[in-house]
C-alpha cells in the first residue's frame, strides 16, 4: 500500500492548526495535535510512525488490543477518546497511557482498582457533555466540581483537564457555544483549586472554533488518515 497521502495530509493539517491559532492570537505551540487512528489498521499505524507520530487516539479498546499487539515495542501511547464499559477497565489499565473519556464516578473506581493491580498511573481527562445529542457521553456540567473532589482521592488517575464532543451542526455559534462552555467550565474549577490545563476539543470539522475557544489539543481523525469506511454508528 501506499500511504504518501498521510505525510502530505499531515503537513496540511498541521498547517491549518497554526493557521487557525494565529487568527486566534495564540502561540501555534500552545496546540496539539492528537491523531485518531480508529478503524484504520496496525499498517496505516506504522506509516503514520515514520513521520514521527507517537499517541494514537482510538474510540474502542479492542482497536488498542489489536493495534497494541501488531505494533508492540514502537513505543506508541495511546489514548482512549471513546466510551469506556467499567468491564473493560482492566486492558485499558494495561495498554493504554490516557483516558479522555472518563465520565463517571463507576469507571473511575473500576481504572483506579485495575491501575493499582498494574502498578501504574495514567493521565485522564473528564469528558463533559456540552451538547444536547442524547447520543454524546459525558458528566453532566453542573456535576463537575463533586466529580473532581471525589477524583482526588485515586492516585492511579492523574487529573490533567477536560474534554469535550461539539453538538453536530452547520450552526458554528451552537458549536462554538459547547467549547465556550467547557472552557468556562475549566476556568470555575480552577478558581476552585483544581488544576486543569488541557482542555481536548476539536475534530477536523471544527477545529478552528475549538481553538478560538481555548483548546490545547485537537483530535483529529479524517483530515489525516481520511474518510473512514466503518458507519459512525458502529462508534
Ligand atoms: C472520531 C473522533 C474524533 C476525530 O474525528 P474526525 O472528524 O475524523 O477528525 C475525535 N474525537 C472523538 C471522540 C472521536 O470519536
Same mark, same amino acid.
Given at each position: 500500500m501506499d500511504y504518501?497521502?498521510?505525510?502530505?495530509?499531515?503537513?496540511?493539517?498541521?498547517?491549518?492548526?497554526?493557521? +487557525?491559532?494565529?487568527?486566534?492570537?495564540? @502561540?501555534p505551540a500552545e496546540v496539539s495535535i492528537l491523531?485518531?487512528?480508529?478503524?484504520?489498521? +496496525?499498517?496505516? *499505524? =506504522? +506509516?503514520a510512525l515514520a513521520l514521527g507520530? /507517537?499517541?494514537?487516539?482510538?474510540?474502542? *479498546?479492542q482497536e488498542i488490543r489489536d493495534k497494541s499487539a501488531a505494533l508492540a515495542g514502537c513505543g506508541i501511547d495511546w489514548v482512549l477518546i471513546g466510551h469506556l464499559q467499567t468491564n473493560k477497565a482492566k486492558d485499558v489499565a494495561r495498554l493504554a497511557s490516557e483516558v479522555q473519556s472518563l465520565d463517571r464516578l463507576e469507571l473511575a473506581e473500576a481504572l483506579q482498582r485495575r491501575l493499582q493491580a498494574e502498578?501504574?498511573?495514567? @493521565?485522564?481527562?473528564?469528558?463533559?457533555?456540552?451538547?444536547?445529542?442524547e447520543s454524546k457521553h459525558g458528566l453532566p456540567p453542573g456535576e463537575l466540581m463533586p466529580f473532581l473532589e471525589r477524583l482526588r482521592g485515586y492516585d492511579g488517575l492523574r487529573v490533567r483537564g477536560l474534554m469535550t464532543l461539539a453538538t453536530h451542526t452547520d450552526d458554528a455559534e451552537a458549536v462554538r457555544a459547547c467549547?465556550?462552555?467547557? =472552557?468556562?467550565? &475549566?476556568?470555575?474549577?480552577?478558581?476552585?483549586?483544581? &488544576?486543569?490545563?488541557?482542555? /481536548?476539543?476539536?475534530?477536523?470539522? @471544527?477545529?478552528?472554533?475549538?481553538?478560538?475557544?481555548?483548546?490545547?489539543? *485537537?483530535r483529529i481523525g479524517?483530515?489525516?488518515?481520511?474518510? &473512514?469506511? *466503518? =458507519?459512525?454508528?458502529?462508534?
Amino acid at each position: 500500500m501506499d500511504y504518501s497521502h498521510l505525510a502530505a495530509n499531515w503537513a496540511d493539517i498541521r498547517r491549518r492548526v497554526d493557521a +487557525a491559532c494565529r487568527a486566534a492570537g495564540r @502561540d501555534p505551540a500552545e496546540v496539539s495535535i492528537l491523531p485518531v487512528s480508529k478503524t484504520f489498521g +496496525a499498517e496505516v *499505524v =506504522r +506509516a503514520a510512525l515514520a513521520l514521527g507520530l /507517537s499517541r494514537f487516539g482510538e474510540n474502542k *479498546v479492542q482497536e488498542i488490543r489489536d493495534k497494541s499487539a501488531a505494533l508492540a515495542g514502537c513505543g506508541i501511547d495511546w489514548v482512549l477518546i471513546g466510551h469506556l464499559q467499567t468491564n473493560k477497565a482492566k486492558d485499558v489499565a494495561r495498554l493504554a497511557s490516557e483516558v479522555q473519556s472518563l465520565d463517571r464516578l463507576e469507571l473511575a473506581e473500576a481504572l483506579q482498582r485495575r491501575l493499582q493491580a498494574e502498578e501504574r498511573a495514567i @493521565d485522564v481527562l473528564v469528558q463533559v457533555k456540552t451538547s444536547p445529542e442524547e447520543s454524546k457521553h459525558g458528566l453532566p456540567p453542573g456535576e463537575l466540581m463533586p466529580f473532581l473532589e471525589r477524583l482526588r482521592g485515586y492516585d492511579g488517575l492523574r487529573v490533567r483537564g477536560l474534554m469535550t464532543l461539539a453538538t453536530h451542526t452547520d450552526d458554528a455559534e451552537a458549536v462554538r457555544a459547547c467549547f465556550r462552555g467547557l =472552557r468556562q467550565l &475549566r476556568d470555575q474549577a480552577e478558581a476552585q483549586g483544581h &488544576r486543569l490545563p488541557r482542555l /481536548s476539543m476539536g475534530m477536523s470539522g @471544527d477545529f478552528p472554533l475549538a481553538i478560538a475557544e481555548g483548546a490545547t489539543e *485537537v483530535r483529529i481523525g479524517t483530515a489525516i488518515f481520511g474518510r &473512514r469506511t *466503518v =458507519r459512525e454508528g458502529n462508534y
